[in-house]
């Protein structure tokens, strides 16, 4: 391996022609010489020889003063002496003071050459390892952001800042002037600018470039990068109308085999080229941003088909609350029916009576009872009404009594004898809306069950290690084994028709309640016997805040 360039400083014109016009260029070296110490010291900083070849021996000063020069110069030029036959001792001195070698007159080719190939073998070698080491820093400099990068486009889901990222990146790792990134327009396949980095707003305003005549557009219909202009290349490119640069690179964005973009770079000022390895690095961070596109579209996807759901989830959970009320509407018209009669009697009463004592009871009897038909229409609406959400820190008592009062003198009328069990437990977090409705849902279900023979309906809460356990029993027909596994799933009922063909029951009660009761962290557990009953339990986590 040759082609270094050597200084060589000797006096001698016969040496100096043998070696500068035979011997060196021969073996593929560049030359440069000098006659004397002065010269050889200019040329040693104007030329930048890679090896200085150096005659012990000059008119004008000894080959040891420029020794002793280049060590306070603190220069790293291996330098090789050229001394005559008697003058070994001399190199010891030369050695110290930096020679790497020293050849003796009269020398031949073969010596020559093979001391500048043991002498400039060791230069090479630091070259070679200080050229890899700046080169594996830069690789690990491109490889760390291109990790964060990666990191990026899993954790962000701001696309308009993700996107601003990878086009920042490829202008760092490139040591580019400017970059950006164009996407597709769908609807009227002209590219349009998403995310630039030191473009001024003169540039980003109205960027827009069509397909059809744009090297950009290029890329988009033939799916290859483009590279262009740099040292030689004598002229501008242009990436928009009255917009030139001196290099630009543009990437595809490739997305199931389509190009949806590009991702590209340009120097306006610098003639620098774009390499390869810039190409590669470009490439990988389009991959990264068009991953990014779809992640942001898969992601905005999700979160509208998320939002239907909730809302249809909603409206289901109001559906079914509003079923559970209207299978009370009959005996609650029948109550109010008897407390109006209650009443319109009593005022009646009162009315004709000379007794005051009379008139007071009847007017007391009055005010019970409208107490009475507010409670009532105070339950109604709370199971009702429509609104978010909303927990709070309470008994579960509370919750199961709203609904259990509702149903109470329909279940009296039905034959069926009610059995409260309450223990002391601790609170719980929870919606005492949904928990009602769930309670209300359950407690038809009981009721339904022991139609139309009765039975008895047994309600009990109790605490059960780190839960607050909320028991429905019923003596009723139980639930049969082929519809258990799938009791809670929409639409499945084990009530029979009514008149007419009709179902006595939708089929999304248990649904719902189990959706409800999931959504507090809890569950419901059911244990049935055919024919004498079943137990549905909810079991709800105890809040932090401890007993009430």
């Not at 000059?58 to 090789?80: F, R, V, Y």
């Not at 594996?136 to 990026?152: C, D, F, N, P, Y």
């Not at 038909?373 to 609406?381: D, G, H, S, V």
């Not at 809670?488 to 009709?502: D, H, I, N, S």
């Amino acid at each position: 391996m040759a082609g270094e360039k050597v200084l060589i400083v000797e006096d001698s014109l016969e040496i100096l022609s043998f070696l500068a016009d035979d011997v060196l260029p021969y073996h593929g070296y560049q030359v440069a010489t000098a006659t004397t110490g002065e010269e050889g010291r200019d040329k040693l900083s104007s030329e930048d020889p890679d090896l200085l070849l150096l005659d012990l021996e000059l008119p004008d000063m000894s080959g040891m003063d420029i020794l002793k020069a280049a060590q306070e110069d603190e220069s790293d030029i291996p330098i090789i002496l050229m001394t005559a036959y008697g003058s070994e001792s001399i190199a010891v001195e030369a050695f110290r003071l930096g020679a790497r070698d020293y050849i003796i007159k009269p020398f031949t080719t073969e010596q020559v050459i093979g001391v500048l190939e043991r002498t400039l073998t060791e230069t090479r070698l630091r070259r070679e390892k200080a050229e890899l080491t700046v080169s594996l820093q830069r690789s690990v400099e491109q490889m760390t952001i291109l990790s964060a990068v990666g990191k990026s486009v899993v954790s962000l889901m701001d696309i308009e800042e993700l996107l601003s990222r990878i086009v920042e990146a490829g202008v760092y790792v490139t040591k580019a002037e400017e970059g950006f990134l164009l996407l597709v327009d769908p609807e009227s396949n002209d590219l349009y600018l998403r995310a630039g980095k030191n473009l001024g707003s003169e540039q980003t305003q109205g960027f827009r470039l069509k397909v059809e005549d744009s090297l950009a557009g290029q890329v988009v219909q033939a799916g290859t990068p483009v590279r262009r202009g740099g040292k030689g290349t004598g002229r501008d490119f242009e990436v928009k109308t009255g917009y030139l640069v001196k290099s630009l690179l543009h990437v595809p964005l490739l997305l199931r085999e389509e190009v949806i973009g590009v991702l590209s770079l340009d120097n306006q000022v610098s003639d620098v080229e774009f390499t390869e390895e810039d190409q590669y690095l470009l490439s990988t961070l389009a991959d990264y941003a068009a991953i990014s596109i779809e992640n942001a579209t898969l992601y905005e996807e999700l979160r509208q088909k998320m939002q239907d759901l909730e809302r249809s989830q909603q409206e289901l959970i109001e559906s079914s609350k509003l079923a559970a009320v209207g299978t009370l509407a009959a005996g609650v018209a029948h109550e109010f029916n008897n407390l109006l009669a209650a009443i319109s009697g009593h005022t009646e009463l009162g009315l004709i009576s000379d007794d005051m004592d009379e008139i007071k009871r009847s007017l007391q009897v009055v005010i019970d009872t409208v107490d009475r038909a507010k409670k009532i229409t105070q339950n109604l609406l709370t199971l009702a009404r429509r609104r978010e959400p909303r927990m709070e820190t309470m008994q579960v008592s509370e919750a199961v009594e709203n609904p259990l009062q509702l149903i109470e003198r329909d279940l009296q009328q039905s034959n069926i004898e009610l059995v409260r069990r309450y223990s002391e437990v601790p609170l719980v977090v929870c919606d005492s809306g949904q928990i009602a409705q769930v309670s209300l849902n359950l407690l038809t279900n009981a009721r339904d069950a022991m139609l139309p023979d009765g039975g008895t309906l047994t309600v009990e809460i109790r605490q059960d290690e780190d839960d607050v356990l909320v028991s429905f029993s019923d003596t009723g027909t139980g639930i049969p084994d082929n519809i258990l596994d799938e009791l809670f799933q929409p639409f499945v009922t084990t009530k029979g028709p009514l008149g007419g063909g009709e179902m006595a029951g939708s089929g999304l009660g248990l649904s719902v309640s189990y959706g409800i009761v999931k959504n507090h962290g809890g569950t419901i557990e059911v244990e049935t016997e055919l024919n004498k009953g079943s137990t549905f339990t909810i079991r709800l986590p105890i809040s932090d805040a401890g007993p009430l």
